[in-house]
C-alpha cells in the first residue's frame, strides 16, 4: 500500500547532495570520476560551492582546513581506486589532528563487487586503520540515516575522519525518502564532582600550567579558557601546532610546546606540579619524544581533560580524568573559583618573559634572506585575521617560533607532519574567507608535492601568497643525515625550478626575493597583483635551523664520533 505521505522519490545522488545541503554544508572539494556523475549532477542545481582540485589529496586537505576553520565537517569527493588512495594523507592528517572530515568515494556498481572490477577497492580495508568510520551506501533510502551517522562519528567524541563509499548505481536509482535533520554534535559535559576535584588541585598547586590542543574547540571556548585563565593568572601553552587555541599576544601565553621547544618552558613544564592538558594528547611531538611526562604515571600531577574516553589513560595515568569535549569543559570553567592568593602569579609573568625574550627578532645568522627578520615583518605588519597555513619541513620552525598567532581560526597546520599541506590548505581557507589574508608557508620539497593546487587558486581567483622557502634539498632529513650520517649526503639534494616564473606560468604573481630588505616591498606588491602569489625566497642552505646550522650539527657528530 502507498504511504501517501511519503517524499516524492529522488536519485541515490540527489538525496546525497539534499542531505548534505541539510547539514548545512555549502563547500565541497573534489576530483571528478565517472563513478559518482549522478552526485555531480545533483551538484548542478544545488547551493553548495564547489571546488574542482588537481588532484584527491589536494581535495582533502582543503576539506581539512575548512573543517578545521568552521568546525563542521569538510566534505571532499573523489572517485574509486587512484582517486582514493590519492585522498590517502587527508584522511592520515584529519585522524592525526582530531579533524572532522567527510571523504566520499565513488564506488563500482554493487552486481560487480568482488570480481576486482574497474579500480574497484576494499575501502574498510584501505582506511581501516585511520578513519573512524568506513561505510559503504548499499541503498539509495538508507542515505538520510547513514548521511546522518557520518556527521555525529566525524564531529562527536574526538573528532576524525569518515570514508563512505557510493555504489555508482546505488547513486541513480531512485528512493522516496525524507533528509534527516541538521546534526548538532553532544558535547560531553563534566560532571561536577570532577570540577571540584579540579578546583581543589588547582587551589593545592604551587607551580601550575595549562597546555591546549586537540580539536573540538570553537572560538567561544577559546575565549572561555582565556577568561579561565585571566581569573586564576594561569600561565597557558600550546601544544604543537595548536597555537590558534590561545592569543600569542596575551599576558598569559608562554609558548609552544612542540619541535624544538623554548628550553624554559620545557623546563618550566617538567618541573610543574600541575599540569592542565585540555584536549590534547601529549603526542610524540609535543611530549619530546614521550619524555616530558613519565609514562604511566607522570611526576606532575595531571589532569587530562579529552572528548574521547579512549584517550584518557591512552599513554599517561592522570590523576585526574576529565571527560569532556573542550567546548563543555571551557564552559563549565566559569564555575571554578581562583584562590584568594594566588602564589604563581609571578611564575606567569617569568614565563611570559621567557616567551618574549625566546620570540625576539635577533641578528641575522646569514647574508642571505633572513626568516626571522622575513616573519617576525609578518606579525607587525598584517592584520589580526590573517590565516597562516604550513606543511613539514625544518622552514615551518620560523613561523612556529616568531608568529604570533592571535587566536582562533589563525593557523592551520598538521600536527601529522604531512608535507604539501600548506598550499591546499591555504586555498580551502580562502575559499571559505576570501575577504582576510591567507598566507601559505612553504619549503621548496613541501610545496611541490601540492603545489598543482596553485592552479586551483588561479582557477577562483583566491590570491594566497605562497612563501616558499628554498634551501634546496629536503632539509629536514639532511639534518637527520648530518646527525646520524655527518658528510653522507644522500637522496636528499633538490634541483629546482624558478618558482616565480612557475607562479607566473600559472597566471598568478611570482617573485624572487634575494634580500631581506627587498621582501616587504615584494609582499606588498604580491598584495596589490590581486593574484594567488609565489615569493621565492632562496635561503643560505646553511641557516637549517632558527638555532644552527648544517656544518655546526655535521661537526658536532663527527667529533661525538671521534670520542
Ligand atoms: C608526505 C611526507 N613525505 C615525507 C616526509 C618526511 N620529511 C619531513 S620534512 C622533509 C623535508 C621537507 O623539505 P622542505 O619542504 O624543502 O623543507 P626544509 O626542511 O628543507 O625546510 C621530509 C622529506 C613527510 N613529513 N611527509
Ligand atoms: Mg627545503
Request: charged fraction near 20%; include cysteine; aromatic fraction near 8%.
Given at each position: 500500500?502507498?504511504?501517501?505521505?511519503?517524499?516524492?522519490?529522488?536519485?541515490?545522488?540527489?538525496?546525497?547532495?539534499?542531505?548534505?545541503?541539510?547539514?548545512?554544508?555549502?563547500?565541497?572539494?573534489?576530483?571528478?570520476?565517472?563513478?559518482?556523475?549522478?552526485v555531480?549532477?545533483?551538484?548542478?542545481?544545488?547551493?553548495?560551492?564547489?571546488?574542482?582540485?588537481?588532484?584527491?589529496?589536494?581535495?582533502?586537505?582543503?576539506?581539512?582546513?575548512?573543517?578545521?576553520?568552521?568546525?563542521?565537517?569538510?566534505?571532499a569527493?573523489?572517485?574509486?581506486?587512484?582517486?582514493?588512495?590519492?585522498?590517502?594523507?587527508?584522511?592520515?592528517?584529519?585522524?592525526?589532528?582530531?579533524?572532522?572530515?567527510?571523504?566520499?568515494?565513488?564506488?563500482?556498481?554493487?552486481?560487480?563487487?568482488?570480481?576486482?572490477?574497474?579500480?574497484?577497492?576494499?575501502?574498510?580495508?584501505?582506511?581501516?586503520?585511520?578513519?573512524?568510520?568506513?561505510?559503504?551506501?548499499?541503498?539509495?533510502?538508507?542515505?538520510?540515516?547513514?548521511?546522518?551517522?557520518?556527521?555525529?562519528?566525524?564531529?562527536?567524541?574526538?573528532?576524525?575522519?569518515?570514508?563512505?563509499?557510493?555504489?555508482e548505481?546505488?547513486?541513480?536509482?531512485?528512493?522516496?525518502?525524507?533528509?534527516?535533520?541538521?546534526?548538532?554534535?553532544?558535547?560531553?559535559?563534566?560532571?561536577?564532582?570532577?570540577m571540584?576535584?579540579?578546583?581543589?588541585?588547582?587551589?593545592?598547586?604551587?607551580?601550575?600550567?595549562?597546555?591546549?590542543?586537540?580539536?573540538?574547540?570553537?572560538?567561544?571556548?577559546?575565549?572561555?579558557?582565556?577568561?579561565?585563565?585571566?581569573r586564576?593568572?594561569?600561565?597557558?601553552?600550546?601544544?604543537?601546532r595548536?597555537?590558534?587555541?590561545?592569543?600569542?599576544?596575551?599576558?598569559?601565553?608562554?609558548?609552544?610546546?612542540?619541535?624544538?621547544?623554548?628550553?624554559?618552558?620545557?623546563?618550566?613544564?617538567?618541573?610543574?606540579?600541575?599540569?592542565?592538558?585540555?584536549?590534547?594528547?601529549?603526542?610524540?611531538?609535543?611530549?619530546?619524544?614521550?619524555?616530558?611526562?613519565?609514562?604511566?604515571?607522570?611526576?606532575?600531577?595531571?589532569?587530562?581533560?579529552?572528548?574521547?574516553?579512549?584517550?584518557?589513560?591512552?599513554?599517561?595515568?592522570?590523576?585526574?580524568?576529565?571527560?569532556?569535549?573542550?567546548?563543555?569543559?571551557?564552559?563549565?570553567?566559569?564555575?571554578?573559583?581562583?584562590?584568594?592568593t594566588?602564589?604563581?602569579?609571578?611564575?606567569?609573568?617569568?614565563?611570559?618573559?621567557?616567551?618574549?625574550?625566546?620570540?625576539?627578532?635577533?641578528?641575522?645568522?646569514?647574508?642571505?634572506?633572513?626568516?626571522?627578520?622575513?616573519v617576525?615583518?609578518?606579525?607587525?605588519?598584517?592584520?589580526?585575521?590573517?590565516?597562516?597555513?604550513?606543511?613539514?619541513?625544518?622552514?615551518?620552525?620560523?613561523?612556529?617560533?616568531?608568529?604570533?598567532?592571535?587566536?582562533?581560526?589563525?593557523?592551520?597546520?598538521?600536527?601529522?607532519?604531512?608535507?604539501?599541506?600548506?598550499?591546499?590548505?591555504?586555498?580551502?581557507?580562502k575559499?571559505?574567507?576570501?575577504?582576510?589574508?591567507?598566507?601559505?608557508?612553504?619549503?621548496?620539497?613541501?610545496?611541490l608535492?601540492?603545489?598543482?593546487?596553485?592552479?586551483?587558486?588561479?582557477?577562483?581567483?583566491?590570491?594566497?601568497?605562497?612563501?616558499?622557502?628554498?634551501?634546496?634539498?629536503y632539509?629536514?632529513?639532511?639534518?637527520?643525515?648530518?646527525?646520524?650520517?655527518?658528510?653522507?649526503?644522500?637522496?636528499?639534494?633538490?634541483?629546482?625550478?624558478?618558482?616565480?616564473?612557475?607562479?607566473?606560468?600559472?597566471?598568478?604573481?611570482?617573485?624572487?626575493?634575494?634580500?631581506?630588505?627587498?621582501?616587504?616591498?615584494?609582499?606588498?606588491?604580491?598584495?596589490?597583483?590581486?593574484?594567488?602569489?609565489?615569493?621565492?625566497?632562496?635561503?643560505?642552505?646553511?641557516?637549517?635551523?632558527?638555532?644552527?646550522?648544517?656544518?655546526?650539527?655535521?661537526?658536532?657528530?663527527?667529533?661525538?664520533?671521534?670520542?
Amino acid at each position: 500500500m502507498n504511504n501517501i505521505s511519503s517524499p516524492p522519490p529522488r536519485t541515490g545522488g540527489a538525496i546525497l547532495v539534499d542531505g548534505l545541503v541539510a547539514q548545512g554544508v555549502d563547500q565541497i572539494f573534489c576530483v571528478p570520476g565517472e563513478s559518482y556523475l549522478a552526485v555531480l549532477d545533483a551538484l548542478y542545481d544545488a547551493k553548495i560551492t564547489v571546488t574542482v582540485c588537481r588532484q584527491e589529496g589536494g581535495a582533502g586537505m582543503m576539506a581539512d582546513a575548512c573543517a578545521r576553520l568552521t568546525g563542521r565537517p569538510g566534505i571532499a569527493f573523489v572517485t574509486r581506486g587512484p582517486g582514493a588512495t590519492n585522498a590517502a594523507p587527508a584522511v592520515h592528517i584529519a585522524e592525526h589532528d582530531s579533524v572532522p572530515l567527510i571523504l566520499f568515494i565513488g564506488q563500482v556498481e554493487r552486481g560487480m563487487r568482488g570480481r576486482g572490477a574497474f579500480q574497484e577497492m576494499d575501502y574498510g580495508a584501505l582506511f581501516g586503520s585511520t578513519a573512524k568510520w568506513v561505510c559503504e551506501i548499499d541503498r539509495a533510502e538508507r542515505i538520510p540515516e547513514i548521511l546522518a551517522r557520518a556527521f555525529r562519528t566525524a564531529l562527536q567524541g574526538r573528532p576524525g575522519p569518515v570514508v563512505l563509499a557510493l555504489p555508482e548505481d546505488m547513486l541513480t536509482e531512485t528512493a522516496g525518502v525524507a533528509d534527516a535533520p541538521r546534526v548538532v554534535p553532544v558535547q560531553t559535559w563534566p560532571g561536577l564532582t570532577q570540577m571540584a576535584a579540579l578546583q581543589k588541585q588547582l587551589w593545592a598547586a604551587r607551580r601550575p600550567i595549562a597546555i591546549l590542543g586537540g580539536g573540538g574547540w570553537n572560538e567561544a571556548a577559546t575565549q572561555s579558557f582565556a577568561r579561565f585563565a585571566e581569573r586564576f593568572a594561569l600561565p597557558v601553552a600550546t601544544s604543537f601546532r595548536r597555537a590558534m587555541l590561545f592569543d600569542a599576544d596575551h599576558r598569559h601565553y608562554v609558548g609552544e610546546i612542540g619541535i624544538g621547544p623554548n628550553p624554559t618552558l620545557k623546563h618550566r613544564i617538567e618541573t610543574a606540579d600541575l599540569v592542565l592538558l585540555c584536549g590534547g594528547r601529549m603526542a610524540e611531538m609535543p611530549s619530546q619524544g614521550y619524555s616530558l611526562f613519565a609514562i604511566p604515571v607522570p611526576q606532575q600531577k595531571l589532569v587530562h581533560v579529552h572528548a574521547g574516553a579512549e584517550e584518557l589513560g591512552r599513554v599517561y595515568q592522570p590523576s585526574l580524568a576529565i571527560h569532556a569535549s573542550p567546548q563543555a569543559f571551557a564552559a563549565s570553567l566559569e564555575s571554578l573559583q581562583p584562590p584568594q592568593t594566588i602564589v604563581w602569579a609571578a611564575e606567569t609573568a617569568a614565563a611570559r618573559a621567557a616567551y618574549e625574550a625566546w620570540t625576539e627578532r635577533r641578528p641575522a645568522a646569514s647574508t642571505r634572506i633572513d626568516l626571522v627578520e622575513v616573519v617576525c615583518w609578518l606579525r607587525d605588519n598584517l592584520p589580526k585575521e590573517t590565516i597562516f597555513t604550513n606543511g613539514a619541513g625544518n622552514y615551518a620552525a620560523w613561523p612556529g617560533r616568531f608568529l604570533r598567532y592571535r587566536g582562533w581560526g589563525t593557523q592551520i597546520a598538521p600536527t601529522s607532519g604531512s608535507m604539501g599541506y600548506g598550499v591546499p590548505a591555504a586555498v580551502g581557507a580562502k575559499r571559505l574567507f576570501p575577504e582576510r589574508p591567507v598566507i601559505a608557508f612553504a619549503g621548496d620539497g613541501c610545496f611541490l608535492m601540492n603545489g598543482q593546487e596553485f592552479a586551483t587558486a588561479v582557477q577562483y581567483g583566491l590570491a594566497i601568497i605562497v612563501i616558499l622557502i628554498d634551501n634546496g634539498m629536503y632539509g629536514t632529513i639532511r639534518m637527520h643525515q648530518e646527525r646520524h650520517y655527518p658528510g653522507r649526503v644522500s637522496a636528499t639534494r633538490l634541483e629546482n625550478p624558478d618558482f616565480a616564473a612557475y607562479a607566473r606560468a600559472f597566471g598568478g604573481h611570482g617573485e624572487s626575493v634575494e634580500r631581506t630588505e627587498d621582501f616587504a616591498a615584494a609582499f606588498r606588491r604580491a598584495e596589490a597583483s590581486g593574484k594567488p602569489a609565489i615569493l621565492h625566497l632562496k635561503i643560505d642552505p646553511e641557516t637549517i635551523t632558527p638555532m644552527t646550522t648544517l656544518s655546526e650539527i655535521r661537526r658536532q657528530a663527527e667529533a661525538a664520533r671521534s670520542v
